[in-house]
């Protein structure tokens, strides 16, 4: 049973704890669309697109990290809410759990729950909490772009992780004989190499788009910059 | 004034079609950062498979669709492993495409693009963000 995907499967996680979870996703997606509307126009919608597409393709991409035989893939959640914003974002990435999970068997559908829980929306906040304080003290350079992308991403991919573990300590169906702090270590080593790809991957993409198309990177037209004077007004002008 | 982001997401799309239907062969097959931590306690063959020991992933069950034709990013009935995965990573984009872009585009609200430097107007203050607070009451 060959497995691509960072996706919980079937039977790892209990089913009442699975059912909870995807009541929970369930919640936050409603609430996303309904956050999400208010920033979906003409031009975000299709981009919101092609962002789920991007994010399906490279998580096809498993990268090997430093470790011996284990790989990794891009989770895109900080992707996802630079170029979009948190609530599409999240939206853009349980797109791609859905379809995976629905048509390619990759990540159980009872585990849907716990899966969007994890990778859609913890990813995606913890990223969106992080852009939102670094790109309000970093300067308004590609350089500050690309580090926001890469720890955003960094982190994220982390939190992710801990997720799991959180979920792992509720309805595991493994006893771990109380060695849960052991899994939390070993998650979030592995992880931590991993969101080092998935940095790089987050700061290079961004960085194109914001070199080609800078009105398309969300969190640039969202987020001011906190020390930049307010821009004022034209006088006499449209109000 | 508006710009367009329709040729843009044609090259995005292209790109994306690129690394799932090509570079996607390419990728490593060892187990990922979940499936590895799971595996610990167990030994494993060449082949990933569990050989002996105590793990979490033990108690892994089939996929619901584990038989659905393209299972585990393949085609069934395609045997050229390389066209395999390449096809359905082509499938995929283009279905989470069309399912993610149908959907932004029948939730997005109805009004023009962008509007940078235009106030938002009939919308409620959706764009509350974009102002800084306390200019322009």
Known sequence: METLAMHISNGIINGPVAGVFAAVALAALTFCVLRGRRDLDDRLAPMAGLVAAFIFAVQMLNFPIFTAGVSGHLLGGALAALLVGPWVGALCVSVVLIVQALVFGDGGVAMLGLNITNMALLGTAAAYLLIAGLLRVLPRTPTGLAVTAFVSALVSVVVASQGFVVQYWLGGTTDLGGNLTGLAGTMAGVHLLIGIGEGLITATTVATVAKVRPDLVYALRALKPATAPAPVPAVGGAR | ?137
């Not at chain 2, 990728?27 to 060449?46: E, F, I, M, Y």
């Not at chain 2, 069950?61 to 082509?90: C, M, Q, W």
């Open chain 2, 1 to 137: 004034m508006r710009k367009r982001s329709w040729g843009f997401v044609a090259v995005g799309l292209l790109v994306a079609l690129v690394l799932a239907g090509v570079v996607s062969n390419y990728a490593s097959s060892h187990p990922d950062g979940l499936d590895s931590s799971l595996l610990k306690g167990c030994t494993v063959n060449a082949d990933d498979e569990i050989t002996g020991g105590s793990c979490p992933a033990r108690q892994a069950k089939d996929h619901e669709l584990a038989d659905s034709p393209l299972a585990d990013y393949g085609i069934r009935g395609v045997d050229n492993g390389f066209l395999s995965t390449g096809l359905s990573g082509v499938v995929g984009v283009l279905l989470t495409f069309a399912v993610g872009g149908g959907l932004f585009w029948l939730l997005r609200g109805r009004r023009p693009a962008g509007g940078d430097g235009q106030p938002a107007g009939t919308d409620g203050g959706a764009r509350d963000d974009r102002q800084p607070a306390g200019t322009a009451g």
